[in-house]
T-cell receptor, first 119, second 114 residues
Framework: DTGVSQNPRHKITKRGQNVTFRCDPI?????LYWYRQTLGQGPEFLTY????????KSRLLSDRFSAERPKGSFSTLEIQRTEQGDSAMYLC?????????????????FGPGTRLTVL | AQTVTQSQPEMSVQEAETVTLSCTYD???????LFWYKQPPSRQMILVIR??????QNATENRFSVNFQKAAKSFSLKISDSQLGDAAMYFC???????????FGPGTRLSVLP
């Protein structure tokens, strides 16, 4: 297993277009997180899945954003009608269930991110 | 809502010396976790150290240790014997007891001088 992967690594789009990003977590990790990180800032939490259930969504996740994890494995994050303010690095992270680590809260393993530029 | 504050945007340390990065947080929860993550330039975020709030003993991982003061809501990171590879952005983060409410601080950029 090579860790969390994200595709594409870079995406340039024009304002108003839709974009979709994919995240493949580490196998057997049941939790999956999406974050947005702008230059010089810390990651901002967007949403979180446990298996296929979306358990939490940030207020940052406007109606233009939607995330899915249909079979509890990979996840997609879609942004509709992109705006220049959406330009950022989108990070995905996964963590294993407590049974695998003996802890009720587990380390999040981060992917390399997808850098989105909206022109 | 939980908040995490890092008051030092930038820090520098001489190689082999010790440096302490500060972090304060605010929460009304009693059970939670605190983390320090490292993000090297153009590289992935990795976990440096984790502290469970119910544990009074400060966490230690090799050259990295924390000073956790629950009443003061303070969580500082001490890096001993600093190495050039320690140069990175360091983020303090808060997490709820079941993976919820995960919040990162704004980060501290650490430079290590040879």
């Amino acid at each position: 297993d090579t860790g969390v992967s994200q595709n594409p690594r870079h995406k340039i789009t024009k304002r108003g277009q839709n974009v979709t990003f994919r995240c493949d977590p580490i196998s057997e990790h049941n939790r999956l997180y999406w974050y947005r990180q702008t230059l010089g800032q810390g990651p901002e939490f967007l949403t979180y899945f446990q298996n296929e259930a979306q358990l939490e969504k940030s207020r940052l996740l406007s109606d233009r954003f939607s995330a899915e994890r249909p079979k509890g494995s990979f996840s997609t994050l879609e942004i509709q009608r992109t705006e220049q303010g959406d330009s950022a690095m989108y990070l995905c992270a996964s963590s294993p269930p407590p049974a695998l680590s003996g802890s009720s809260y587990n380390e999040q393993f981060f992917g390399p991110g997808t850098r989105l530029t909206v022109l | 809502a939980q908040t995490v504050t890092q008051s030092q945007p930038e820090m520098s340390v001489q190689e082999a010396e010790t440096v302490t990065l500060s972090c304060t947080y605010d929460t009304s929860e009693s059970d939670y976790y605190l983390f320090w993550y490292k993000q090297p330039p153009s590289r992935q975020m990795i976990l440096v150290i984790r502290q469970e709030a119910y544990k009074q003993q400060n966490a230690t991982e090799n050259r990295f240790s924390v000073n956790f003061q629950k009443a003061a809501k303070s969580f500082s990171l001490k890096i001993s014997d600093s190495q050039l590879g320690d140069a990175a952005m360091y983020f303090c983060a808060y997490g709820g007891n079941y993976g919820q409410n995960f919040v990162f601080g704004p980060g501290t950029r650490l430079s290590v001088l040879p």
